[in-house]
């Protein structure tokens, strides 16, 4: 008899409001980049924001580990302009937090 083997390992995991998509998009990112100041957001794993776009809610993963943006859309948009934006604040947020682009993607952003 076959015995399986599961490894569980715990994943330090943040995860947003819809609002900071919204927030970044629309306000001055000076302002919000200020609000994360004390946050040390790469060292977690896995980054989560929820998004609002035309009406219709779509999810964004970062997964700093793997250094990916994953764009989850029920209705198979591309997202690319959505992904942009978050990455271009992540970029910016890496300089002023640590005063260079801490973060790269793999990926088509």
Known sequence: ????????????????????????????SPIVLRWFKNLQIFDYELIII???????????TINSLYREIKYCDSLKGSGQEVKRNIF???????????????????GDC
């Open 1 to 28: 008899m076959a015995t399986l083997i599961c490894f569980k390992r715990e994943i330090l995991e943040l995860s947003f409001s819809r609002m900071l998509y919204t927030t970044i998009t629309y306000i001055d």
């Open 50 to 60: 929820s998004c609002m776009i035309n009406n219709h809610w779509v999810l964004m």
């Open 88 to 106: 271009e604040w992540l970029k910016q947020f890496s300089i002023v937090r640590y005063g260079t682009e801490l973060f790269e993607i793999n």
